[in-house]
């Protein structure tokens, strides 16, 4: 992976300024290096975890958050190396099968995973947030997931999407397209959709935290606004939807090299399956390749490399009306 857990030169930075940005920590980069120049130089990089204070904060003003069982094993991780640290929330509630949210912090990289999973008896979508940040750069989606197909079912799109158009468009000039996609991506994602990329800038953190702010105020109103399935069929349509949502995230997760390394393949894998993608043992039996065929090879066994199945979508694939353009 195109990343390094050594040094952070890009975002050092010679210290004359008196009042730290509120979202970034100061590290001096090393004891060493520090009496090495006589000055002060210091490592600044992001904390994210004022976004889930928010969101918390927001979700409780709404609704009354309980703590998931799954809160007391998975709360409090140090990596390998002993230097980086993960720490895990997970609540449920009326309407929520369960938030959940991780947030990664070492020397050189910073990770919120932020998920929100509606129970099966309401269609809404998803809660995604998913950051990275290196010294090299930010990997961003925030996203309304669509829980069904919004290409070509034009009532659920309709439904969710439709008046939250305006709002995708106040952060498509501020935060353009990150690059190519799957096309299963592209399928999970909304029209309001923020995929991008780019490098670190307290600048950039500050309309990442409103966009977040936005994002999931609105999805708690249509949360809100949601109302009980009472359908059998469209119950279990919904159940399936999220099956096949978590067994592409648990299978596909760009951010598993990471855990790995930091962790170890085992309880990497455990946080993927047990913690981040709960459910995706127990809410269905399909398997990957039944809702995936397209990343099964000749002999039958899964197609590991993300790159080997073609990426797309170059460009935002919606125009400003949220009209799908992509073909
Ligand atoms: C990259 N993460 C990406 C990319 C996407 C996502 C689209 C870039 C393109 C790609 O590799 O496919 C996120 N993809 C999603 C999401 C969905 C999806 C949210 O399909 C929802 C349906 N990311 C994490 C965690 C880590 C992480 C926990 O969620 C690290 C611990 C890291 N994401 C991460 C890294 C990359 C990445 C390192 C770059 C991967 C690479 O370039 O190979």
């Known amino acids: ?188 994602f909304s029209p309001i959709v923020i995929w991008t990329r780019f490098t670190s800038s307290p600048q950039k953190y500050d309309i990442l935290y409103s966009a977040f702010k936005d994002y999931y105020k609105v999805w708690l109103e249509l949360l809100g606004k949601a109302v009980k399935e009472r359908d059998g069929s469209q119950i279990l349509h919904n159940l399936e939807a999220q099956h096949r949502y978590l067994t592409w995230r648990a299978e596909k997760d760009p951010g598993q090299g990471v855990l790995k390394k930091l962790v170890g393949d085992s309880l990497a894998k455990d946080l993927l399956r047990s913690f981040l993608f709960n459910g995706v043992d127990e809410l269905g039996s399909k398997t990957f390749n039944d809702y995936f065929p397209q990343y099964c090879c000749e002999e039958g066994t899964l197609n590991k490399k993300s790159n080997s199945v073609d990426k797309s979508f170059e460009r935002r694939p919606w125009d400003a009306r949220g009209e799908f353009i992509g073909n």
């Open 1 to 188: 992976m195109g990343f390094g857990f050594g040094g952070s030169s890009s975002s050092s930075y010679f210290c004359l300024q008196p009042k730290l940005h509120p979202f970034l920590t100061r590290k001096p980069i090393s004891t060493r290096d520090w009496r090495k120049t006589q000055t002060c130089i210091h490592s600044f990089s992001v904390s994210y975890q004022k976004f889930v204070d928010f969101a918390l904060d927001e979700t409780t003003r709404h609704t009354h958050l309980l703590p998931s069982p799954l809160q007391e094993k998975y709360n409090f991780m140090k990596s390998k190396d002993g230097k980086g640290e993960l720490s895990m929330l997970s609540y449920e509630a009326t309407k929520i099968r369960l938030l959940r949210s991780l947030i990664i912090e070492t020397e050189t990289l910073q990770v919120l995973d932020f998920t929100v999973f509606p129970k099966a008896e309401y269609d809404v979508p998803i809660f995604c947030a998913n950051f990275f940040t290196s010294a090299k750069t930010n990997i961003v989606v925030l996203d309304l997931n669509p829980l069904h197909d919004i290409i070509h079912e034009y009532d659920y799109k309709e439904k969710y999407f439709k008046s939250l158009i305006p709002l995708g468009l106040k952060y498509v000039e501020l935060f353009p397209w990150g690059g190519k996609l799957t096309s299963e991506s592209i399928n999970f």
